[in-house]
């Protein structure tokens, strides 16, 4: 399933990164054309999130995300530069799930988005089970097939080895695998996240799926393609 996001964004420049970055993330963008109108672009281009500033061309985000309120309850990342506390709690108490402070890293705003799109939507609904050198991931007892052996995963396990197995032959990097795991409600730091791995990979061996997962030193993880 392609999910949508609809950018209110009046920089050119910030939008056109954005939508460049998610697009990358296999998201459909539409970025707003007409600041008066950002409602009816909304409802016509129906997005699974909204990435909304605060200050825009003749009403700020506060109106506008007061105004999908009232008809949608999609998912609104705020991203400004205005990320004081008092605009942060404003941008909550309007109804916005998530405020990203300017500047910011568009691999970390991107890893939010998706936090966001999990916590909002069943993925497993929509998505075949993925697969890498025999074994499937199950999403319906968060288990692995291979061969004939079920392994069991835990919350964290299965988080990891789908981020892989979903992109894989590439390197996905440890900073995305700790936010995925973030969105379990369960933060790790970065010596939390090497314990999971190891202990996943042990387990991975143990049925039969010796270096499984590859590790890129100082960048992250990935499961090769096979050959």
């Keep these: 399933m392609l999910y949508r996001l609809f950018l209110v964004e009046d920089d050119r420049g910030i939008a056109e990164a954005v939508q460049k970055q998610a697009e990358a993330w296999a998201l459909e963008v539409r970025c707003v054309q007409n600041f008066r109108e950002v409602l009816s672009e909304f409802t016509a281009f129906d997005p699974h999130i909204v990435l909304m ?7 700020d985000g506060y109106h506008w995300c007061a105004q999908i309120r009232k008809i949608s309850k999609v998912p609104i990342l705020f991203i400004s530069s205005a990320s004081d506390n008092m605009n942060v709690i404003m941008a909550v108490n309007m109804g916005g799930d998530d405020f990203v402070a300017k500047p910011f890293d568009g691999n970390v705003l991107m890893a939010k988005v998706q936090a966001l799109l999990r916590r909002t939507y069943d993925f497993s609904l929509s998505a075949p089970a993925p697969q890498a050198r025999g074994a499937r991931l199950q999403s319906d007892d968060n288990t692995l ?17 789908l981020l892989l197995m979903e992109n894989k032959g590439k390197i996905v990097s440890r900073a995305r695998l700790m936010e995925a795991l973030w969105a379990t409600d369960s ?23 010796p270096d499984f997962i590859t590790t890129k ?11």
Excluded at 53 to 59: H, K, M, N, R
Excluded at 187 to 203: G, W
């Design 187 to 209: 933060f790790v730091d970065e010596n939390t996240l090497s314990v999971n791995v190891n202990r996943l990979r042990k387990k991975l061996q143990g049925a039969g799926l």
């Design 145 to 161: 097939l291979y061969g004939n052996k079920r392994i069991p995963l835990t919350k964290n396990e299965y988080r990891i080895l």
């Design 217 to 227: 030193i100082g960048v992250g993880y990935l499961i090769e393609n096979e050959t």
């Design 53 to 59: 500033d605060i200050a825009l061309p003749f009403f």
